[in-house]
């Protein structure tokens, strides 16, 4: 606490420290505890002008500030006391002021300084003015009986705190809306005072020394806000005549300081000042009267050559904040011209208000521009805004037709600039009306010509395209890539975790450019078009362009940049180079007879298209116009374009010939050929930076299938460049592919499925490729040539995948698996069944020799079964799909292995893909049922086994039940689990505990998933498998067969039947009952009692004693199912179905039954109760399942009391 009074007399007592602290520590502490006393402050201030030590003075004006925050404490002083305080608290900033504090040579210490201006704030917080009337006149009297340095810093410092404590409470206390008011109103009716402060600030800033004058600029910004602008400025009443100098004539004298930080200052304050609120015309007389655009072009030409960062900030804060309040005056003036003048509005600013702020803004944009292509990011992100704001503005029409960006000057003044959708309008094509005054023409106010003026007032049409073009071309420009020694990384390297960060900065940047610039677009798309072209002209220039030997070569930032432009300008554009089924504006008709090329028409109709043709046929230096013959005469010329090939500039040219596919395939002899030599060659899949090939793979993809007839006739020339590629895909990987390509893309992007897990990479996507080459049906491909090289593919990738199962290498062999998949995504069923079987039959084999890898990887227990069970099963599912019933052989097999293991979760995957393989082939997959169904149900059963409670309540798994005759034991032992286990909520918790674990989880979705399997078998009318009728063609075993089908379908009765009726959860009770119906619908007799034409002998005698009577009816009345809860009440509606569905199959007996045996003597309704519940159950109205709740709710209120002793088996959700 007093360790720098070691500084003072250490000569004469090296232990004072210990002689001071040690008595200083309890008279704080005692304070510390008393402070809410009202004498409390009087010991503080007692010890603060006794000692000498800053420490200990320090302690008591923290001790006193902490005094001042108890509520009421300054509010109850006496009279007395507050002039003591009053009095003593300047005494003590005179001090300060005067530099008597102390015999130390710098005075006062900071620290000091800052904490008595704080005590001084909260004081006057609660006695301005009324019980201190006098604090400002008497602090601003202090000032001058001290040297101007103390009395500037004491000055900035107490008025600093005065801003925070009263007006923002900032001190620990909450903001007091009427202190502030009170403060703020005192400090504006004290005209003495306040003409003493504003003398002050007009002095200080003024002031030679640059520390002063900084420190009171800022302080004079933090009163701008709430204080009347003329006390700023040189505006003065006949009472109150204008100054010398005023604070704001102060301020810009600041602006053109060389010290950085005092300009600082000065775009601080000017910035509030601007921002400040007020009348539109007083606005820009300010910003007219102080000249600000000239000091905002003063600021960015002085902050060019200026080492201090911050100073460009500061300029463009400024800029920004300028701009901001002029399109503010002009917005104001369009919502007045716009507006409906029967109907109330704001009046518009007056015109000659409207012509000065447009003249204004048309001279500040190229600055803010200029901001926009600043190296700081924070310099762009200030400009942002301004130029965003500008854009909308113009953007912003409220008209209906076409035209060309041009200025037409109508006969009531107003002038229109339109704008031509030219082919890529983006869908929002107009006029945008730009009325009002311009320089030099006529004029009018825009309030007398509301009628007619349809968009932004007071836009001079060639300042406008001006300012567009140049914000286009900014965003262009400002979104390369930085310049490698700048940013001190060399992109090269994609492997450098900074050139990584880098990348994530720059598409950082370029995100927020790319709105910019499609606003642009949207606004005016011919400007930024010539924006983008220019930028192509000077990043891929030619001998004809006019660049001498001397010129510097365009970097491969200008490059990336021009190209990435490129692809923006496709995003959402209605062109026909990039939206499917435009086609432009030119038709046959309309060029007939014009003497117009075929090239010149596209180019004509499709303004993007030709601008792609543009990149294309300059990415390797060919002439415009040339044709090329063949693959190789568009390989890669190094010394054309050496750029092209650079690891961030080849991804973004690809992803542009993907964008503008449509461009390809309308001129396809100029284009084609260039775009599949750059996908092929070492600037797309033999590029030596693996991501970028792994990219290019991955797009390649995507561009072949959009344009495979095109591609059809160049055929043999394109598998042979991509022969090399093909054949090392599927080796593995040297580097991990994680990286984020700055494109704002990721290399990795399109992975999905069985490409998306370890081990994968985009390059596996040129096997998709190349399925969709091999798969083409185009004539140019001879029969015999398609089947010979898809067996030729396929028979290789065979071969490779055998060599790593005999090598147990399962991430190659995941590899091959996936690219045979990728293969027969190429063919359609119709090629691969009918046309061509043969290929099926190429494709076919590749399954055989997976699933003999898959029963290799299982011998290994090492868990490489896992990733090549995946891919065998994606790769199945793909077969299934591109060959039908032709994969069928390979299911039962497929099914076997993956339900060896016996594991929940494999079983759970065999059911997906059952259903699956149910849901497409229905009732011709009956024979397939038959094999697997025994064995998927017997070893779900012991799975579930361990997770198995008689009430099911341990782990939310009821189990398998193996026959009929055991359902009622089953439901037994239930009831005494229930009735012997009552559940606590120490043994709830038990039970969640291990419902969350991963094995418990996995138990139920297994259960899960065999409910949803019978449901299936129901659904795809497949059921008939296990009635024992559809049997395999191999007779031996038949018998043995039928008697395991008969055990599966009694297993699966009385599973279904026991979850039904005691299952813990409510949505696996209604699972069950739907499964129950789909059963039903089937094995019912079609007729009612002909019980001789069962399909399944005693099912309904199972029906009626075991679904309805204990899964329908019991489980509904005992109140198991809450019908006003949404999962109880679905369950009820599928009981309800049921036993409608008995209703209708099996007859009037069935209802007497039904109502005399059950509903009457086991239940005890009453007859009429009964016959109602029949008749709500039987209903087909379209209220039914509503009107069969609230009966069933009265037949459980009467069961309640009539039969109390039912227990239930309660179930949640």
């Excluded at 031509?420 to 023409?441: I, K, Q």
């Excluded at 559809?1030 to 279904?1056: K, Y």
């Excluded at 026991?1058 to 299952?1063: D, I, P, T, V």
């Amino acid at each position: 606490m007093e360790r720098s009074s070691t500084r003072r007399d250490t000569t004469t007592s090296p232990n004072l420290t210990s002689i001071i602290v040690v008595p200083i520590v309890p008279f704080f502490f005692s304070l510390t505890f008393n402070q809410a006393t009202p004498d409390a402050w009087r010991a503080c201030v007692d010890r603060y002008q006794r000692t000498s030590y800053p420490e200990v003075k320090f302690w008591c004006l923290q001790t006193l500030a902490h005094a001042f925050l108890v509520p009421n404490l300054l509010a109850e002083l006496p009279e007395t006391d507050v002039a003591v305080l009053h009095r003593t608290l300047m005494g003590f900033v005179g001090d300060a002021v005067a530099n008597t504090s102390g015999s130390e040579p710098g005075g006062v210490p900071p620290f000091l300084k800052n904490k008595l201006s704080q005590c001084v704030g909260l004081v006057a917080k609660i006695h301005f003015p009324d019980r201190w009337p006098g604090f400002l006149r008497d602090f601003l009297g202090l000032l001058s009986t001290g040297n101007l340095s103390n009395a500037a810093d004491m000055f900035c410092r107490v008025l600093d705190a005065v801003d925070e404590t009263c007006v923002c409470g900032a001190f620990g206390d909450a903001f007091d809306q009427r202190c502030a008011a009170r403060v703020k109103d005192a400090m504006r009716n004290d005209a003495v005072a306040l003409t003493q402060l504003v003398d002050a600030f007009a002095t200080l800033i003024a002031c030679p020394d640059l520390k002063i004058a900084t420190a009171a600029t800022s302080t004079a910004m933090r009163y701008v806000d709430w204080m009347d602008v003329s006390l700023f400025t040189s505006v003065r009443t006949q009472s109150n005549p204008p100054q010398s100098q005023s604070i704001a004539d102060a301020a810009r004298v600041a602006l053109t300081s060389p010290n950085s930080d005092r300009r600082a200052a000065g775009c601080a304050f000017f910035t509030s000042l601007v921002a400040k609120g007020m009348d539109h015309s007083q606005k820009i007389e300010l910003i007219t009267g102080l000249r600000l655009v000239d000091v905002c072009a003063h600021l960015h030409a002085v902050s060019i050559g200026d080492e201090d960062e911050d100073a460009a900030v500061c300029a463009a804060q400024l800029t920004a904040a300028v701009g901001h309040e002029l399109l503010s005056c002009l917005r104001a003036g369009d919502a007045a011209a716009g507006a409906d003048q029967t109907e109330p509005h704001a009046a518009s600013p007056p015109t000659q208000t409207l012509t000065q702020a447009a003249l204004l803004t048309d001279t500040l944009m190229p600055t803010g521009v200029a901001h926009l292509r600043n190296n700081d990011e924070r310099v762009v992100a200030a400009a942002l805004p301004l130029c965003a704001a500008y854009v909308h503005r113009l953007k912003a029409d409220r008209g209906s037709s076409g035209g060309t960006i041009e200025g037409k000057k109508r006969d009531n003044g107003v002038v229109q600039v339109s704008r031509d959708t030219g082919g890529f309008g983006f869908g929002d094509g107009g006029v945008l009306g730009f009325g009002g005054v311009l320089g030099g023409g006529d004029s009018q106010s825009p309030t007398q010509s509301h009628s007619r003026n349809v968009g932004p007032v007071c836009v001079n049409p060639e300042t406008a395209r001006g300012a567009l073009g140049a914000i286009a071309s900014a965003c262009v420009a400002r979104g390369a890539f930085p310049d490698e020694r700048r940013a001190g990384v060399d992109f090269s390297r994609g492997d450098c975790h900074r050139v990584k960060e880098a990348e994530a900065e720059t598409a950082e940047v370029r995100r927020e450019l790319g709105v910019l610039f499609r606003a642009v677009a949207r606004c005016a798309p011919p400007i930024a078009l010539h924006a983008v072209r220019s930028a192509l002209i000077a990043a891929l220039p030619l001998g004809s362009d006019g660049q001498s030997a001397s010129q510097q070569k365009p970097t491969w930032q200008q490059v990336e940049s021009a190209v990435a432009a490129v692809h923006s300008l496709g995003e959402g554009a209605n062109d026909p180079a990039v939206k499917p089924g435009c086609e432009g504006f030119l038709t046959d008709a309309s060029v007939a007879g014009n003497g117009l090329t075929h090239t010149d028409q596209l180019n004509a109709s499709s303004p993007l298209g030709e601008l792609f043709e543009f990149v294309v046929l300059r990415w390797n230096g060919e002439i415009f116009g040339e044709t090329n013959s063949s693959l190789q005469q568009c390989a890669l010329h190094p010394q054309s374009n050496p750029s092209a090939s650079h690891r961030l500039v080849a991804p973004v040219f690809l992803e542009t010939c993907v964008r503008y596919h449509l461009a390809v395939a309308r001129n396809p002899g100029q284009l084609l050929l260039p775009v599949l030599a750059a996908f092929l060659d070492q600037r797309g899949a033999r590029h030596p930076d693996p991501e970028v090939a792994a990219r290019a793979c991955y797009l390649f993809s995507k561009f072949v299938k959009s344009l495979r007839p095109q591609i059809a006739a160049y055929l043999p020339e394109v598998l042979s460049a991509m022969e090399g590629v093909v054949l090392s895909c599927v080796e593995p990987l040297q580097v991990e592919m994680t990286r984020v390509n700055g494109n704002t893309q990721s290399l990795n992007k399109g992975t999905g499925g069985a490409m998306a897990t370890v081990g994968n990479d985009d390059r596996l996507y040129l096997y998709e490729a190349l399925g969709y080459l091999l798969g083409t049906e185009d004539d140019a491909l001879p029969a015999r040539t398609q089947i010979e090289l898809t067996e030729t593919y396929c028979t290789r990738l065979r071969h490779r995948l055998s060599l790593a199962t005999a090598q147990n290498d399962s991430q190659t062999a995941a590899r091959c698996i996936v690219g045979m998949a990728n293969i027969a995504k190429g063919f359609s069923v119709r090629l691969a069944t009918e046309t061509r079987p043969e290929i099926g039959v190429a494709l076919c084999f590749g399954l055989e020799m997976a699933t003999s890898s898959l029963s290799h990887f299982d011998t290994q227990n090492d868990g490489a079964s896992v990733l090549i069970r995946q891919r065998v099963v994606a790769y199945f599912q793909r077969m299934v799909q591109g060959v039908g019933e032709r994969a069928f052989p390979f299911a039962v097999p497929l099914v076997h292995k993956i339900a060896q293991s016996g594991t929940k979760k494999d079983l759970k995957e065999c059911f997906v893909l059952c259903n699956q393989l149910a849901a497409t082939f229905k009732d011709k997959l009956r024979v397939f049922i038959t094999q697997v169904s025994p064995l998927l149900v017997e070893q779900t059963m012991n799975a579930l086994a361990p997770f198995v409670s008689p009430d099911g309540r341990t782990h939310g798994v009821l189990g398998l039940v193996r026959r009929i005759g055991d359902v009622a034991n089953f439901l037994s032992a239930a009831d005494a689990a229930i009735a012997t286990d009552q559940m606590t909520p120490e043994k709830e918790a038990e039970f969640n505990a291990l419902k969350n674990t991963e094995d418990s989880r996995e138990a139920r979705e297994l259960e899960v998933a065999f409910v949803a399997h019978v449901h299936a078998l129901g659904s795809n009318q497949l059921v008939f498998a296990l009635q024992g009728g559809d049997l395999p063609p191999v007779r031996e075993g038949v018998q043995n067969l039928m008697t395991t089908i008969t055990a599966t379908r009694e297993t699966v009765l009385a599973s279904l039947a026991a979850a039904a009726s005691a299952h813990p959860s409510a949505v696996s009770r209604k699972a069950a009952v739907q499964a129950l119906t789909k059963l039903a619908l089937h094995w019912f007799p079609m007729a009612p009692n002909n019980h001789t034409n069962e399909p399944v002998p005693g099912f309904s005698q199972f029906a009626v004693e075991v679904v309805v009577n204990e899964c329908c009816v019991a489980a509904v009345l005992r109140g198991d199912l809450d019908v006003r809860d949404a999962a109880g009440a679905a369950a009820v509606g599928e009981t309800v179905a049921f036993q409608r569905l008995a209703l209708e199959r099996l007859g009037p007996f069935f209802a007497t039954q039904l109502r005399d045996e059950v509903l009457v003597k086991r239940f005890g309704l009453d007859h009429s109760l009964a016959n109602e519940y029949i008749a709500a159950v039987a209903s087909t109205a379209q209220t039914a399942h509503r009107d069969a709740r609230a009966v069933i709710g009265r037949c459980q209120q009467v069961v309640g009391g009539a039969r109390p002793a039912l227990r239930k088996r309660p179930c949640k959700r």
